[in-house]
């Protein structure tokens, strides 16, 4: 049984119910409608944590979506699950391929900050202030475009960028 049709929860019920209204009205095609279904099911084994799963069912809507921007989520949360497994460098790649089919995704620049962050409080730790510079420098990069794109998010990010004195280019 897919697992959309699993959901025990009323919130992913009541989305699978839309979504496979809006499936049945939009005019789709079935590879679209397929891919859909994957992204939805790989979204839904995400939330539980299943990552496994998860990763099946997007790599299953990647090899069926053609559109760049519906192409650029998927990638997205594919990182998303490397980010939460640990594995930075590779989740890192996904969120540069989500943003090369879709630069307008603030969330992949914000987790991309995070991870540059992450990596110069661990060169601090391990006595490298100038490699914590770069990173640091490159963590303000990415939390500066995903503020332009998204004002009124990412307020810790804007917090340290003015605390630091990197919010308008400074170091």
């Given at each position: 049984m897919p697992?959309?049709?699993r959901n025990d929860n009323f919130i992913d019920k009541t989305f699978t119910v839309v979504a496979d209204i809006?499936?049945?009205?939009l005019p789709t095609t079935k590879r679209e409608k397929e891919a859909f279904s994957y992204y939805r099911d790989g979204m839904s084994a995400q939330a539980e944590g299943e990552y496994a799963e998860a990763l099946q069912n997007y790599y299953e809507a990647?090899?069926?979506?053609i559109d760049p921007y519906d192409r650029s989520y998927i990638l997205y949360n594919i990182g998303l699950i490397h980010t939460s497994n640990g594995e930075h460098a590779k989740a890192l790649e996904y969120y540069y391929q989500a943003l090369e089919r879709?630069?307008?995704l603030p969330q992949a620049l914000n987790n991309i900050a995070v991870?540059?962050?992450y990596r110069g409080e661990q060169a601090i730790e391990a006595g490298n202030p100038q490699?914590?510079?770069v990173l640091f420098d490159k963590a303000a990069d990415y939390w500066k475009e995903a503020i332009r794109l998204a004002p009124t998010n990412y307020i810790e990010a804007q917090n340290w960028l003015q605390i630091t004195g990197r919010l308008q280019g400074k170091n």
């Open positions: 697992r959309s049709q809006l499936l049945k009205v990647m090899r069926l979506e879709n630069p307008s991870i540059y962050h490699i914590s510079q």
